[in-house]
């Protein structure tokens, strides 16, 4: 039986997948415009993958305009039934220090764009649980190979979603760190929610590169910051995603897998052919 594929969106810092062999990359068109770059499939690990560079690669994307809807239908159209997502993020707490690795398991939205982080409308109604946002079997499997590989991995973790691209005030990033959130990011959010939607388990290894600007004793975040710290952290990210690819199943069969078997509200027999044929690689399973 065919294995579905796994799909790896870097962020900041990792724009390439060292060890990945019979690379092709593949421009894919979607009905939302296009990804953020071509795809890049290839084996690594004795799995099929497919990577994207969240950003493109130069970094040319800032967070609000990266289409996650055009991202997400790309690797769903390739077969992608898994995705790790590598991303950057600030701590908002004492514990989570440069350099972790947070395997987060709730999301906060401060973003304001809902409408560009859901595949439906236009005739077709749905609502996915997302109650438990990041696919939890995908996240345990990250978080064991994390602490194999001996990263300071924290087991979950709330990711408050800002909008960028400015970094958070001090008053902003006081604010978040007092409600409890622990890290904090500008893309997952929007990623998660259209991977619920595809169908897709949807995880996030997120590595922490400073502390924001809530911390007075430490250097507030910059870019050059960031960089240097996702540079000394870029082997143990590609490690982790290396020691996990050989243990994700090879056939889809999580809850994440089902999410729209009982979100879909229209009836069948009103959907537009027009909304229909847009949502393809999303509906196919329930045409």
């Not at 991202?71 to 159209?77: Q, R």
């Not at 991303?87 to 972790?100: F, I, M, N």
């Not at 952290?233 to 999410?259: G, T, Y």
Request: glycine share 8%.
């Amino acid at each position: 039986m065919a294995q579905s594929r796994i799909g790896i969106i870097g962020g900041t810092g990792l724009y390439q997948i060292p060890g990945l062999t019979r690379q092709r990359w593949r421009k894919v068109k979607t009905p939302f415009g296009a990804p953020s770059d071509a795809l890049l499939t290839g084996e690594l690990c004795g799995r099929e993958v497919v990577f994207l560079p969240r950003h493109g690669r130069g970094h040319r994307l800032m967070p609000g305009e990266l289409n996650h809807r055009a991202n997400i239908w790309a690797l769903k159209s390739l077969d992608v039934a898994w995705i790790l997502s590598v991303s950057a993020v600030g701590s908002l707490q004492q514990k989570y220090r440069p350099r972790d690795v947070v395997l987060i398991d709730q999301f906060f939205d401060r973003t304001r764009r809902p409408g560009t982080h859901t595949f439906f409308g236009d005739g077709i109604v749905a609502h996915v649980a997302f109650a438990d946002p990041i696919c939890e079997e995908l996240r345990k499997l990250l978080l064991a190979s994390a602490k194999r590989c001996r990263a300071r991995a924290h087991d979950g973790g709330t990711y408050v979603n800002m909008e960028g691209p400015a970094f958070s005030t001090r008053a902003e990033s006081e604010f978040n760190r007092r409600a409890g959130f622990d890290v904090i990011g500008m893309t997952n959010l929007g990623e998660a929610k259209c991977a619920r939607e595809a169908e897709i388990a949807y995880a996030t290894l997120a590595m922490v590169t400073d502390y924001d600007c809530w911390k007075p004793d430490e250097e507030h975040v910059t870019v050059d910051l960031i960089v240097e710290n996702l540079h000394r952290n870029a082997a143990l990210a590609q490690a982790i995603v290396a020691d996990v690819l050989p243990r994700i199943p090879a056939a889809p069969s999580w809850p994440c897998h089902d999410a729209l078997r009982t979100a879909i509200l229209t009836d069948r027999s009103l959907w537009p052919a027009a909304t229909l044929r847009r949502l393809g690689p999303i509906l196919k399973r329930y045409r």
